[in-house]
Every structure is written in C-alpha cells, then in structure tokens.
C-alpha cells in the first residue's frame, strides 16, 4: 500500500505529473477516439467499459486515460503495474474481485506495461475476465498482436493511440505556461517558436515535451517572477547545439535535398551525416522514412530490386520502435540504397507516360483487351481478338494493348545498372518476338485477303 508524507504535495511533482489531466476536455490528441460521438468517449462517459487494451508510443496518454476512466466509473479501481507485481500479487487481487463481484461490485483493472507480463501472468488474468469478475484495462507499447496472449487479447477491445501532432504539443506546452498547475504564477519570456522546437524535438511525447520545457524554464534568467529563456538555454537543457531548424521552411527542404541527392551520388558517409543532421534536430523519422521510400524507386529501381524492400522495411521499423531507436534502420536504409547500382528508368518511364496521359485523355482502350461480362458487351466485340499469354508456348503473344494512336511509343527503356541490365535483355528479347510474329501475322493475312477479293 502506497504512504504519502508532508512533503506529498502537487508543486513538488514534475511538470507532467502536475499537469496531467483530470478529464477528457483537458486531455490533448486522439481525437479519434475522444471527439464528441466517438465511441471510446461514449464509453467513458457512459460507465459502460468494458476489457480493453490501449496500445501506443510512450507519452501519448494511456495511464492518463486510464486514470480519467477511474474518475468517471462507479466500479473498484485498482492500478497495477506490470514491473512491479507477479503471480501472488496478481491471485490476491483476483480473489478480492470474484468477492466483489458476488456483491454486485465491479472492479475495474489497469495494468499499465501488460507486454511485460509473461504468458503464465497473463493467464492469471483470463479466467477473471470471462466470468467478468474484472474489467481489464492494459496498456501497452508494444504490439498486443505479438505481446498479449491470444485468448486474453480476443475479449480486449484493442484502441490505437497515435503520437500528438506537433499542433496538440505546442497547444500543450502553451498551457503549461499558463495553467497555475504548470507555470502560470510567472512571466515566461523565450523566442517565439521555442515552443515548436520543443513540440518538434519530443517526438509526439507529452511527458518528453513537459520535461524539456520545466528544465528550460529552471534554468532560465531570473529576475522576480519573470523568467527568459534563450535558445542557448534550450540547447544546453537538450545537449543539442544549432541543429534546430523550422520543419515547414527552407532549411527543411535543404537537408532533405542534401541527403537525397548524397545517395544519388553513392556518398554513404554524407547521406549519413545529413540523415543524422535531420534525426537529432527533432525530424519525424517516418518523413525521413517516406522519402528514402521514393528514393529506391525513383533512383535505384530495377538495378536493384531489394532496394525497395529495404526501404520499407526500415518504414515499418520506424513506425513500429520510434526514435531514436529507429536511427539505426534508417542508416541501414541510407547506406544500402548509396551502394546500390542506380536507374531512374522508371522515373523516366511514368514522365512519358503521364505527358501522353495527360495529353491524350480520351484514347479508347482497345477492343481486345477489354472486359466484356455482359453478353451485350461480347456483341460489342468487347474482348474480341484477345490472346491469353499463358496458352502460348513462349508465354508471349503479339497483341498490342496500347491505343492504336500511340503504338510504337516507348515508355520504359531500361539501364545496363546492375539487376536491370538483365530486365533489358528479357525485353529486347520481348520486342524481337513480337516484330517476328507481327511479320508472320501480317503474311498470313494477305492471302486470305487476297482470296476474298
């Protein structure tokens, strides 16, 4: 059982302590979960809970959450943490529950870390929650789909937290300054967009962005009530000096350039100086991660097809560990698609087929290679004339599938770079068939024509 002391009072808490929300009009962010009408906010306020996991990045607000329901319900409310209590811990409360619930009192439970039980503690939960002695509330930043046991997790209702926009985070950090909670007794002076510097460098973590704005705020100039901070002061309390830059403006796009075309140019040592110089001044990583996605295809292509798959991978690593865990996997990504043989064939390619595209909107498509499902299609000669690759011994056929104005156009013509050097030769290949058994089409035509006549 927790003691508290004299000293226990709220202004001797961190910052986020301090201001974490009491209800769900002061909580920041998802708001697809908690706007009005939406379904987790109906709950909530209607005290109809019922077992469910939030699943989300540190600092988005699930304790917090939790901690609001237990405001609003009328059931027990017990707080647990996965770090601290085992098996016997876990029994006790249980045993305590199935009382309750014989009396007709729920007992509702938040397990906050959940992925850090074992399967033999997430057992001990299961029974209980089916016989519905507990309403189950976990939290979790790791995938439930791989770290909650099967059958607990198919009677949680999983909710998905994101990270907060950097939107949510200012606003956040501009009521902290103003809140009596938070620093609204005094006078907050600093540059006008350190507010989004720190939004950009927490990385959607509230507790993260709180942090860094108390240590500024203690550390600042004083005189009075009046407190400045200075930039140098921000860069002292985050140990990162003049990387910081505006996300929407010049610099921005600068460096985003920088690493692209360092790539481009097979520099791995700058691509990764300028992915770092990116990554430590508070850039979303999953931005980084899009743009190196572009990369493989429109520098790397069919050189290398793997380059792709890298590529995405380290998108989906991002997504799934954040920063700055994830600076590893986009450095993987960075380096790989630098050594790799580049083609912008296919960047090529779609620009010549988009200017004919765009240009010529109205070509109807072929008579041959269209669908025809309906019988008055069929009558229409919709599909008529249609050759099925996979019939012919070489998998090949000469029908044409472009319109008969742009027959002979060439969109794509692929490298010597690397893998695509082989993608040319298949293709050369394609085309010396087809000119041959387009010859051989057109010779057998012209007796028959002839024999018409």
Known sequence: MEQHSLFDNEASQPLAARLRPRSLDEFFGQEHLLSKGKVLRRLIESDQISSMIFWGPPGVGKTTLARIIAGH????????????????????VMQQAEKDRQYGRRTMLFVDEIHRFNKAQQDAFLPFVEKGSIILIGATTENPSFEVNGALLSRCKVFVLHQLSEKDMTALLERALHDPRGFGNLHVSMPPDMLEVIAAFSNGDARSALSTLEMAVLNGETEGDNVRISQETLEECTSRKSLLYDKKGEEHYNLISALHKSMRNSDPDAAVYWLARMLEAGEDPLYIARRVTRFASEDVGLADPHALDT???????????????????????????????????????????????????????????????????????????????????????????????????????????????????????????????????????????????
């Open 311 to 453: 590529a995405v991978s380290a998108y989906q690593a991002c997504h799934f560990i954040g920063m700055p865990e994830c600076s590893v996997h986009l450095t993987q990504a960075v380096v790989y698609l630098s050594l790799a043989p580049k083609s912008n064939s296919l960047y090529v390619a779609y620009g010549r087929a988009r200017k004919d595209a765009l240009s010529m909107l109205d070509e109807p498509v072929p008579l041959q290679i269209r669908n025809a499902p309906t019988r008055l299609m069929k009558k229409l000669d919709y599909g008529k004339g249609y050759q099925y690759a996979h019939d012919a011994d070489d998998r090949l056929t000469a029908m044409h599938c472009l319109p008969d104005s742009l027959l002979g156009r060439t969109y794509y013509v692929p490298t010597e770079q690397g893998l695509e050097s082989r993608c040319k030769q298949r293709l050369e290949a394609i085309k010396t068939w087809k000119k041959k058994n387009e010859q051989k089409d057109a010779g057998a035509k012209e007796p028959a024509e002839a024999s018409d006549e």
């Open 73 to 92: 319900t009328k059931s027990n409310f017990i707080d647990f943490s996965a770090v601290t209590s085992g098996i016997k811990e876990i029994r006790a």
